[in-house]
């Protein structure tokens, strides 16, 4: 081979033109750097899948831990905790601990409030005490003793309906269509029940802004809007219940 022929590097069969290894070498390199990292990546799971079977089973082979005696915060059975609800005296054996939300779905029977995100950020657990409305997930039941707690199930009494009358808000959801799949209905109607009781401007952006920490999933805002500010230029909620 001259020194040309060198220079050039090796032909091409039959071309008369010089092969390019430079793509094919980077090509294998880049092939061979990627099988080291997968297997530096196997051998790091595998020794990962090894310390936690060893900790498995160390834990299995350690003595049960010995029960820890209750707090001494904790409410001894004689002393029950006593919620007014819809008119009703309730005692319930409660742990200082336990949320309004819990212990009228759980303890009480009370499913009305509905536990939706349990951060207070949804608005479907808003229940009334003494008239306002609060987030029962975010308050303990033991700090509202003594207290009106009003629950969509008690919503239509309160406002002095009788039998199957509805409470006028009740109504006006039905008749502006105000949800839809249901599941936020009762904390929005509890919201707005009490809502209409405050010092809100008249416009529809006040009633949004007023509604804001009540979500809807299904969108039916424009309806539940709607059935607000009907109640809002019509009776108010506490002068009765419709038929």
């Not at 608005?123 to 975010?138: F, H, K, P, Y």
């Not at 969509?152 to 509805?166: K, P, Q, T, V």
């Not at 109640?231 to 419709?242: E, I, L, N, S, W």
């Amino acid at each position: 081979m001259t020194t040309i022929e060198q220079a050039r590097g090796p032909l091409a069969a039959g071309s008369g033109e010089p092969v390019d290894l430079s793509g094919d070498q980077a090509r294998a390199e880049r092939v061979a750097a990627a099988r080291r990292r997968h297997r530096q990546w196997v051998n790091l799971a595998i020794r990962v899948v090894s310390l936690a079977i060893a900790l498995t089973r160390r834990v299995a082979r350690a003595e049960p831990a010995v029960a820890r005696p209750r707090p001494a915060t904790a409410i001894a059975p004689g002393d029950a905790v006593k919620l007014r609800v819809n008119g009703r005296e309730l005692s319930l054996d409660l742990e200082p601990r336990v949320a309004l939300l819990d212990a009228l779905r759980e303890y009480a029977g009370i499913t009305g409030p509905k536990k939706g995100c349990d951060h207070g950020q949804c608005g479907a657990c808003t229940v009334q005490v003494n008239g306002r409305r609060i987030l029962s997930c975010l308050t303990f039941a033991v700090m509202q003793q003594g207290k009106d707690i009003t629950t969509i199930e008690g919503l239509a009494a309160s406002a002095g309906a009788s039998g199957d009358a509805l409470h006028p808000m009740q109504q006006a959801f039905i008749d502006h269509d105000g949800f839809q799949c249901g599941y936020c209905t009762s904390g929005q109607i509890m919201s707005a029940a009490a809502m209409v009781r405050e010092p809100w401007g008249q416009t529809d952006d006040d009633v949004r802004e007023a509604m804001s920490g009540n979500i809807c999933r299904c969108g039916a805002y424009p309806g539940i809007v709607a059935a607000i500010q009907a109640v809002r230029k019509g009776p108010t909620a506490d002068q009765g219940a419709r038929r």
